[in-house]
Structures are given as C-alpha cells and as structure tokens.
C-alpha cells in the first residue's frame, strides 16, 4: 500500500488545517498509522498515531490541538490541526507501521505546512 499526504498550505497562527492521508488499497488490515513531520535542521518526528482498533497517541507538543482520524471506506488518514502556532512548520508524512508506534516501509512524498506569526 502506498501512501499520499496532501492538504498542506499557508496559514496564519491560531487558524486550522486538515491532512489527508490516501492509501492506494486498503486500510482495514494496517496495524497502525501515523503522522510525523521534520522542520529544517530538524529530526523527524512523530506527531500522531492511530492503530486498528482506534488507539491513538499524540507527540507532546500537539496534543489537545491535533486529532488523528481513519475512514475505512475512503481508505484515507486524517490529521486535524487546530490553534497551529509557527513552530508547527514542517513537511508532514503519512506512514504504517507497528504499536507502539514505528514506521514501516518507504515514506511517501509530505505536504508542507507553513504556519506565520
């Protein structure tokens, strides 16, 4: 399954975004999935992630702000980013993988979120 994060843009800070994460199949069997980002100079890291069942664990400087989300039947992962602050900036991945979470296979091309001041 390979797949693609789009819904990247600019927004000013306090304002929301929502990602999308579409898979060429289906997502029904994947373990779990994830949202990680890397900022310039940065490390990538994790910022959120939903298993199967609908556990979700949320990286510390997002959480109470993003909710990750699944369709089934639209084969998609949501990320909704809300009250973004500047330091949100960062090209965002899609992933699958394992719990707790880690990535598996190849990442796929991210989306860029800019958020100004």
């Known amino acids: 399954v390979q797949l693609q994060a789009s819904g990247g843009g600019l927004v000013q800070a306090g304002g929301s975004l929502r990602l999308s994460c579409a898979a060429s199949?289906?997502?029904?069997?994947?373990?779990?999935m994830g949202w990680y980002r890397q900022a310039p100079r940065k490390q990538r890291e994790l910022v959120a992630a939903?298993?199967?069942?609908?556990?979700?664990n949320y990286g510390n400087a997002v959480r109470g702000r993003f909710t990750i989300s699944r369709d089934i039947a639209k084969n998609t992962l949501y990320l909704q980013m809300n009250s973004l602050k500047p330091e949100d900036t960062a090209v965002y991945y899609c992933?699958?993988?394992?719990?707790?979470?880690?990535?598996?296979?190849?990442w796929g091309q991210g989306t860029q979120v800019t958020v100004s001041s």
């Open positions: 992933a699958k993988g394992g719990w707790p979470f880690y990535p598996c296979g190849s």
């Open positions: 199949g289906s997502i029904f069997s994947i373990n779990a």
């Open positions: 939903i298993t199967s069942s609908g556990l979700t």
